[in-house]
């Protein structure tokens, strides 16, 4: 896989590069012993390899059987897997399947399927800690639908974190959705739930570790779809 910096995190990086280099810079210089600009610059390079690491947008191609295949929006592990009442656009009991993403993840969120945008929202809120239940109805979070070509209703819920500020959501109605393609960013948070018609058969349990668009986490029941 081939892997690139996400533009989202572009301007990020390059303001914290010049960051850097204006302290770093004048400790070399100025201050001593030279343990401590050695010390300061080795931490600011860790902390910069860390945020570049979480702006890495790899370039995935999913190898399995497309058909009716559900596959991971987020790299991360999987910490809810449950039969729940979804209320916002759904209105019936569906799959939860959510993977919490960690600082050292990759952030970008893929479509979890193929077919087309039919709904988005943005939902301000809280910013609890995104591993917690009531995160997915309390915190900030955007909602994106997706019809698939056999009629059948996929949600997808990025959801924001006690770190996390702001999510950033590509998906508009009536977009071709693509398990390629980027659905969306989520800066420095952290969790994204994807719900499921009941019959869905899937393949991952708690504490699972997915790859966005790569694990295969499920796939549909072909006989779901509406009339």
Same mark, same amino acid.
């Given at each position: =896989?081939?892997?690139?910096?996400?533009? /989202?995190?572009?301007?990020?990086?390059?303001?914290?590069?010049?960051?850097?280099?204006?302290?770093?810079?004048?400790?070399?210089?100025?201050?001593?012993?030279?343990?401590? +600009?050695?010390? !300061?610059?080795?931490? *600011?390079?860790? *902390?910069?390899?860390?945020?570049?690491?979480?702006?890495?947008? +790899?370039?995935?191609? *999913? /190898?399995?059987?497309?058909?009716?295949?559900?596959?991971? !929006?987020?790299?991360?592990?999987?910490?809810?897997?449950?039969?729940?009442?979804?209320?916002? *656009?759904?209105?019936?009991?569906?799959?939860?399947?959510?993977?919490?993403?960690?600082?050292?993840?990759?952030?970008?969120?893929?479509? +979890?399927?193929?077919?087309?945008?039919?709904?988005?929202?943005?939902?301000?809120?809280?910013? =609890?800690?995104?591993? #917690?239940?009531?995160?997915?109805? /309390?915190?900030?979070?955007?909602?994106?639908?997706?019809?698939?070509?056999?009629?059948?209703?996929? #949600?997808?819920?990025?959801?924001?974190?006690?770190?996390? %500020?702001?999510?950033?959501?590509?998906?508009?109605?009536?977009?071709?959705?693509?398990?390629?393609?980027?659905?969306?960013?989520?800066?420095?948070? !952290?969790?994204?739930?994807?719900?499921? +018609? #009941?019959?869905? /058969?899937?393949?991952?349990?708690?504490?699972?570790?997915?790859?966005?668009?790569?694990?295969?986490?499920?796939? #549909?029941?072909?006989? %779901?779809?509406?009339?």
């Amino acid at each position: =896989m081939r892997v690139k910096i996400h533009h /989202e995190g572009t301007n990020i990086l390059l303001i914290l590069l010049a960051a850097v280099i204006a302290i770093n810079v004048p400790l070399w210089i100025w201050v001593r012993p030279i343990a401590i +600009p050695v010390v !300061s610059t080795a931490l *600011f390079a860790v *902390f910069y390899l860390l945020v570049a690491n979480f702006f890495r947008s +790899p370039r995935r191609h *999913f /190898e399995g059987d497309i058909k009716d295949a559900v596959v991971a !929006s987020a790299d991360g592990k999987v910490v809810a897997l449950e039969e729940v009442y979804e209320g916002e *656009f759904l209105h019936c009991r569906c799959l939860q399947l959510s993977v919490f993403m960690s600082i050292f993840n990759v952030h970008a969120n893929w479509f +979890p399927v193929d077919g087309e945008v039919i709904y988005t929202k943005h939902h301000p809120g809280r910013f =609890m800690a995104a591993y #917690l239940p009531k995160s997915s109805t /309390e915190n900030e979070r955007s909602t994106v639908v997706i019809r698939t070509p056999d009629g059948q209703d996929v #949600l997808v819920r990025q959801i924001a974190g006690a770190v996390a %500020r702001r999510i950033v959501t590509y998906a508009e109605p009536g977009v071709e959705a693509s398990i390629e393609d980027h659905m969306g960013f989520i800066k420095f948070g !952290s969790r994204v739930d994807i719900y499921l +018609p #009941l019959g869905t /058969e899937i393949f991952v349990k708690i504490g699972d570790e997915t790859t966005g668009g790569i694990t295969l986490v499920g796939r #549909l029941h072909p006989d %779901r779809g509406q009339s």
